[in-house]
Every structure is written in C-alpha cells, then in structure tokens.
C-alpha cells in the first residue's frame, strides 16, 4: 500500500510565524502535490515538484514556498502566516499513469 | 484553464440510488476520478475511469463516462448511512502536465 504521511493533523500558528508543513511518501513516486481545501472551493493547486528540487506553482502559489530536497519528502511552507491560510492542507503523490493517493490532511488554523 | 463543476449538495434516502454529476472542460482528459472524502480524513480514491471507456461497474459503484458532452456521472446503489460524505469528481491529463484537477465536491446526507 502507498503510504502518504503528513506530518502534522492539527497546528495552531500565530499571525508572522513561519511555518512548515511535511509530507512523506514511501513509493519512490516523482509526483508530488500540495493542495488547500477550503469550503466550496474543493482543493486547489498550491504547488507541484515533478522531481527532487524541482518545483511548479500550482494555481494559488502566493504566501507559500516549497522544498523537495528528497524524493520521498515534499515540504510546504508559510514563510509569514496569515489568517487567510488557515484552511485544510492535503499532500499527494502520483504514479505514472496519474493516480493519486492522499495523506490525512493538516488542519491548520493561523490565530 | 481546465475546470471541474459539480453541485454542492446531494440528499437522498437511505436504499435509493444516489447520482452525483459533473462536467470537465479538459477534451484531452486522460482519467476521471471520484474521490470520497469523510469527515476529518484525506480523500480516499473510490474509482476512476480512462478516459476510452463509457461505463466502469464496481459493487455498488456505478461510472458513467459521456466523453462528447465531457459528463461524468457517480451511481451509488442502495445508499447506506455510511456513504455521507463529499464525493469528489476529478480529471488529470498528460496535456496538463499531469495535474489533477478536482472540482468543488458533492456533499452527499442520506435521510432516514
């Protein structure tokens, strides 16, 4: 079974904070993805890494950078918090022919 | 860009069939996805579709690909209490560089 691990399911932060969100994939898949999930807006595209340090913006890339210094791990981070990031975060990985397996998600709440 | 469009909400009795729909903008669509997310966990593959194919049976599972309207349809026989959840239609291809793209979710209650 592909595991996709998020480090975190709950993090409270405060406003300025810098924050980093891992994810971990034991499948040695090149694909990997960050997506926000708010209410009636399903899950947006944040960033995508094709390949160690490689990385894409994805369809909402403002306040948040990404490191892929690994293949298995895909680190998202808020360099400056705000309220407006707080949202449920989902990392996944993808196989070759494009299917997706999720981790369980971070709920992240910026105070 | 390409987009993904489903209906919020879904109710139905617990025993009937439930349909979820949605439609794609993406012609080179090469799969189609329903995810199924419950309350507190990560999305959970449920099926998919290639997109050469019309119709996908699995159990109680029901896909139905319609590729010139660019429609995909979720049947859910005999809805149990179990199937609340938001179900999410999703679409990725080698054109879009093999991103998923997932639209918005179908919260699916089952009433009693």
């Known amino acids: 079974d592909v595991k996709v691990t998020q480090s975190s399911r709950y993090l409270v932060k405060r406003t300025g904070e810098k924050v980093f969100l891992e994810c971990v994939q034991d499948?040695?898949?090149?694909?990997m993805f960050w997506y926000r999930q708010d209410p009636g807006l399903g899950l947006r595209l944040i960033y995508f890494?094709?390949?160690?340090?490689?990385?894409e913006k994805g369809d909402i890339p403002e306040g948040y950078s990404v490191s892929r210094e690994k293949k298995e791990r895909f680190s998202l981070i808020l360099e400056s918090a705000s309220t407006n990031q707080t949202s449920m975060y989902l990392c996944?990985?993808?196989?070759?022919?494009?299917?997706?397996?999720f981790g369980q998600g971070t709920r992240l709440t910026v105070v | 860009g390409e987009d993904v469009e489903q209906s919020l909400f879904l109710s139905v009795r617990e025993g009937d069939s439930s349909v979820i729909n949605c439609t794609y903008t993406?012609?080179?669509?090469?799969?189609l996805y329903w995810y199924k997310q419950e309350p507190g966990a990560g999305l959970q593959l449920l099926t998919y579709i290639f997109s050469n194919m019309d119709m996908k049976q699995d159990q109680r599972l029901t896909v139905l690909l319609n590729k010139k309207d660019k429609h995909l349809s979720l049947r859910i026989a005999d809805t149990q209490t179990g199937d609340s959840a938001i179900y999410f239609c999703?679409?990725?291809?080698?054109?879009?560089?093999?991103?998923?793209?997932f639209g918005s979710g179908t919260r699916l209650s089952i009433r009693p």
């Open positions: 499948m040695d898949h090149e694909n």
């Open positions: 890494s094709y390949d160690v340090k490689m990385k």
């Open positions: 993406d012609s080179s669509s090469t799969y």
């Open positions: 996944a990985s993808l196989t070759k022919n494009t299917e997706a397996f």
């Open positions: 999703a679409e990725s291809s080698y054109s879009s560089a093999s991103k998923i793209i």
